[in-house]
């Protein structure tokens, strides 16, 4: 019986919930939120069916008005004036109003993935507990989003937005935090930056199920995902809890540093992150810029193939393939090759605000991306490789290239010699007259010393697809 009545009592308070519905906006839209600056915003909530909604924002001398519609849901847009506030939004509906107060216009970004995009001051990194006491900014804000999953796309959060100081920050995204406060340096304009990361998740946790579920191939790689403590292990639950309710909350672009839980799915990877990226532009309703982090190298015990030089490849293939992304590689970047979470996070973020702010900005900035395998070409007994993301020349920390290989046509690979050309590397042995294939950094856990004169690492690669990784 008393199963029976909290049932009555549910249903009752969701009808409620529908036909007697009271003014609200999402968690989401809360004191201290940034604002996408200089576009046309998104703005939605939820109140009586038929009734009107007044939007009153503090910038603009007029009021907009929108009705409810009669799934007692209401949707307006926004337009937004050049960075700055604090600005007020006014919400009425018949005798309801809402305020929300301290409202900057800046840029707002999204970062998103797993452990390493997730690790913050709670995990004890030292970049962060360094500058904790002096974090205080009423230029950046933080949105922590909860780690729920969820079977179904949720429309609300348990989070709202705080102003970045010692109290909101250590528990916050180191490399969100470091990205947004060189933004906001560079840029002068407040920045919001909206976390939403779970360490241990693989990718097809934040790609809508229907995606994955849709696509033979990216249902048998999901498959590889075993149930483990802590963390969920279905297509979707992420994407559905954590990223589906703010779709649509207009922003300038998106990070992602995730790929560890998926080196034992290696080969689908490409396809499911553009996959994913798709999906998450399609509910966002515009291509949005999509930056994201190739792993660093690590043991990878488990594995005898090296698996994360084949993820790696795979990160490099989606950089090429996706429209409007980048790849920040960090090969040069590791203290400890048995600790999966690399400690210089501020880094990592340096090089991601540098693509931001090369491409979305339109600072003037050279060689800001590694170097990508553009083509090589067999030129008698020497490989002539050439390179894309490089304008200017090629340099190496050291008298040779570590982990650089040479194979010919027994596929035995032989530590290569190498000459640099300008922007182009030749490699060679004496112990291959007739070579066929050339690898760099192609091990789980290589950290090589070729790098662009702006100081950043050539990515990985192998110009062969052969399968024996003997």
């Known amino acids: 019986?008393?199963?029976?009545?909290?049932?009555?009592?549910?249903?009752?308070?969701?009808?409620?919930?529908?036909?007697?519905?009271?003014?609200?906006?999402?968690?989401?839209?809360?004191?201290?939120?940034?604002?996408?600056?200089?576009?046309?915003?998104?703005?939605?909530?939820?109140?009586?069916?038929?009734?009107?909604?007044?939007?009153?924002?503090?910038?603009?001398?007029?009021?907009?008005?929108?009705?409810?519609?009669?799934?007692?849901?209401?949707?307006?847009?926004?337009?937004?004036?050049?960075?700055?506030?604090?600005?007020?939004?006014?919400?009425?509906?018949?005798?309801?109003?809402?305020?929300?107060?301290?409202?900057?216009?800046?840029?707002?970004?999204?970062?998103?993935?797993?452990?390493?995009?997730?690790?913050?001051?709670?995990?004890?990194l030292k970049?962060?507990?360094?500058?904790?006491?002096?974090?205080?900014?009423?230029?950046?804000?933080?949105?922590?989003?909860?780690?729920?999953?969820?079977?179904?796309?949720?429309?609300?959060?348990?989070?709202?937005?705080?102003?970045?100081?010692?109290?909101?920050?250590?528990?916050?995204?180191?490399?969100?935090?470091f990205f947004a406060e060189k933004l906001s340096r560079e840029l002068h304009v407040p920045v919001g930056i909206i976390n939403a990361s779970w360490g241990g998740s693989a990718a097809e946790y934040w790609t809508p199920k229907e995606k994955v579920e849709s696509d033979e191939e990216l249902k048998t790689y999901a498959a590889y995902q075993k149930l483990a403590p802590r963390k969920p292990y279905q297509p979707g639950v992420l994407w559905n809890?954590?990223?589906?309710?703010?779709?649509?909350?207009?922003m300038a672009g998106a990070l992602w540093y995730q790929g560890e839980d998926n080196t034992i799915s290696y080969a689908g990877y490409d396809k499911l992150i553009r996959t994913m990226v798709g999906a998450w532009r399609e509910a966002w309703g515009y291509q949005f810029p999509f930056y994201?982090?190739?792993?660093?190298?690590?043991?990878?015990?488990?594995?005898?193939?090296?698996?994360?030089?084949?993820?790696?490849?795979?990160?490099a293939k989606t950089a090429c393939l996706l429209p409007?992304?980048?790849?920040?590689?960090?090969?040069?970047?590791?203290?400890?090759?048995?600790?999966?979470?690399?400690?210089?996070?501020k880094e990592v973020a340096s090089r991601l605000a540098d693509l931001a702010l090369a491409e979305m900005y339109a600072r003037p900035l050279v060689d800001y991306k590694s170097p990508t395998l553009k083509e090589y070409k067999v030129e008698g007994d020497k490989i002539s490789i050439s390179f894309s993301n490089l304008e200017g020349k090629l340099e190496v920390r050291?008298?040779?290239?570590?982990?650089?290989?040479?194979?010919?046509?027994?596929?035995?690979?032989?530590?290569?010699?190498?000459?640099l050309q300008g922007s182009e590397l030749l490699v060679f042995s004496d112990q291959v007259k007739e070579p066929q294939a050339v690898r760099f950094g192609f091990t789980n856990v290589s950290m090589p010393n070729l790098f662009n004169a702006r100081g950043l690492p050539v990515a990985p690669f192998r110009t062969d697809n052969w399968p024996d990784f003997n």
């Open 398 to 419: 050291g008298k040779e290239i570590i982990d650089l290989y040479i194979a010919g046509k027994d596929r035995k690979f032989y530590p290569a010699k190498f000459k």
């Open 1 to 124: 019986m008393k199963r029976i009545v909290l049932m009555i009592i549910f249903c009752w308070m969701i009808l409620a919930d529908v036909f007697g519905q009271r003014l609200r906006v999402p968690a989401f839209f809360s004191d201290n939120m940034v604002l996408q600056r200089q576009s046309m915003v998104n703005i939605w909530g939820w109140a009586k069916a038929g009734q009107k909604v007044l939007v009153i924002p503090s910038w603009r001398k007029d009021t907009l008005e929108t009705v409810v519609t009669g799934d007692a849901t209401w949707r307006t847009q926004v337009e937004t004036p050049p960075a700055g506030g604090p600005h007020t939004i006014k919400f009425v509906s018949q005798q309801e109003h809402l305020e929300l107060k301290n409202v900057m216009i800046g840029e707002v970004w999204v970062c998103s993935g797993q452990s390493n995009m997730q690790w913050s001051g709670a995990n004890k």
């Open 324 to 345: 409007r992304s980048g790849m920040v590689v960090t090969t040069d970047l590791v203290d400890d090759l048995k600790n999966i979470h690399p400690t210089r996070k």
């Open 127 to 177: 970049e962060i507990l360094d500058i904790l006491p002096s974090s205080a900014n009423p230029k950046i804000r933080l949105l922590q989003v909860s780690n729920i999953a969820s079977q179904t796309p949720q429309d609300n959060i348990f989070d709202s937005w705080t102003v970045c100081g010692p109290q909101t920050l250590e528990n916050f995204s180191a490399i969100g935090y």
């Open 292 to 315: 994201f982090v190739q792993i660093a190298p690590h043991t990878y015990s488990q594995y005898k193939k090296p698996n994360a030089a084949l993820l790696r490849e795979q990160q």
């Open 241 to 250: 809890s954590m990223l589906a309710p703010f779709a649509g909350y207009t």
